[in-house]
């Protein structure tokens, strides 16, 4: 199974009564992504992508994007539409950049518009037509051995309807990652079968005194990793891609997601290397050499005892960490039924070098209002 990245940047909320705060941030990402992201598969922008849902706040938006020499993928929030419809959306965005399915990489993109069947505000409900699409694009990626993803605004436990019907509809179409915006911080939720993520907005943040920045998103052989990049952290920006961290486990059966004993192939991705860079992989106090594939990406057999091992990554001033849980065969996990699927009290709590406080710092839980 191949791999895919991509990068997410968070909820714009672009106004020009913040003197375009949000377009200030989104020029600097795109000159970031254009000089260093260059491997990643595409940019997501995740909706309250216009503060009031203008044509102008739109042209800003599209004149910014269009330096990007990743392509990218757009989805509307509530904020888009303020005015009632989204017509201003739909004019100023080309249908290319909103797919509402696209296969990359052996990965089936799903695109879901939850703002227009409801009422506005954060009434976020599906559409019958995307509950229908839903439905038939997971059964073609279970047909077609792909791997589920899902582009949503909000949380499943954030829908105005049904909810907890979409969340277990997620599960049974074993959707690996459910990326969104919404939340103006970050965070990762876990609800022991589907991996949520949801990341800072661009503008209007609370958390980490106010600091802009990125996610990157991977997903190799079903493993998910997440990581948020401030913009003035340094590069190289290193990311451990395979096996996972424990925090992430949703498959306790798969040995990608749970090693066994022994020998196990460690795997990432290094954005913007020095053709002089020589990554080593770091278990036990004892550092090992990378090596690159065809594939642009880094491997090390590394050699993990049964039980919690902290396996690390390290490339001139980048590094990543993981916790990576192993188990033999007759030791798997544990897992029970799933119970309030979506919902964020599944949210995995702060997990630092993720860029991940835990204090969920947004106007629609413990922050201020906007």
């Given amino acids: 199974m191949s791999g895919i990245a ?23 990402i795109v000159a970031q992504v254009n000089a260093r992201m260059g491997d990643a598969d595409f940019v997501f922008v995740p909706g309250d992508n216009a503060n009031h849902g203008t044509p102008a706040q739109y042209a800003r938006m599209i004149d910014a994007l269009a330096p990007l020499s990743l392509p990218w993928r757009i989805i509307p929030g509530d904020h888009d539409f303020e005015p009632g419809d989204l017509s201003a959306y739909d004019a100023a965005i080309p249908e ?30 599906l559409t019958m037509h995307h ?58 939720l876990n609800d022991g079968r589907v991996l949520y993520g949801a990341t800072r907005s661009t503008a209007q943040i609370e958390e980490d005194g106010g ?11 079903r493993v998910v990793s997440w ?3 401030r913009l003035d952290a340094p590069w190289p920006h290193v990311q451990i891609v395979s096996p996972g961290d424990i925090r ?5 059966t798969d040995p990608h997601q749970v090693p066994r004993p022994g020998a196990v192939e460690l795997v990432a991705r290094v954005f913007a290397a020095t053709d002089d860079a ?38 001139g001033t980048g590094h990543d960490r993981i916790d990576c849980l192993v188990r033999d065969a007759h030791s798997i996990p544990k897992r029970r039924l799933p119970v309030a699927p979506g919902e964020d009290c599944h949210a995995i709590g702060a997990w630092p070098i993720a860029g991940i ?10 922050g201020c209002g906007w």
């Fill in 248 to 252: 992430l486990i949703t498959r306790p």
């Fill in 278 to 315: 020589h990554p080593v992989a770091r278990v036990g106090g004892i550092d090992l050499p990378m090596v690159r594939g065809e594939d642009g990406l880094w491997r090390a057999s590394v050699t993990l005892a049964e039980g919690l091992n902290a396996v690390e990554v390290h490339c």
């Fill in 211 to 221: 600091a802009p920045g990125f996610a990157i998103v991977c997903v190799q052989d």
């Fill in 96 to 125: 290319a950049n909103r797919p509402e399915t696209e296969v990359i990489a052996g990965h089936r993109c799903l695109f879901l518009d939850i703002v227009s069947a409801g009422a506005g505000g954060p009434d976020f409900r």
């Fill in 6 to 28: 991509w990068i997410h940047i968070g909820d714009l909320h672009l106004d020009e009564a913040d003197d375009w705060q949000g377009l200030d941030r989104l020029n600097t």
């Fill in 131 to 188: 509950r229908n699409r839903l439905a038939e694009e997971l059964a073609r990626a279970k047909a077609s051995g792909e791997v589920p993803l899902i582009f949503m605004h909000a949380y499943p436990g954030d829908l105005a309807a049904d909810g907890d019907r979409i969340a277990r509809q997620f599960i049974d179409g074993e959707v690996t990652f459910v990326d969104t915006g919404h939340t103006h911080y970050n965070e990762l």
């Fill in 357 to 366: 406080d835990g204090a969920q710092l947004g106007p629609n839980k413990n």
């Fill in 227 to 229: 990581r948020f990049r």
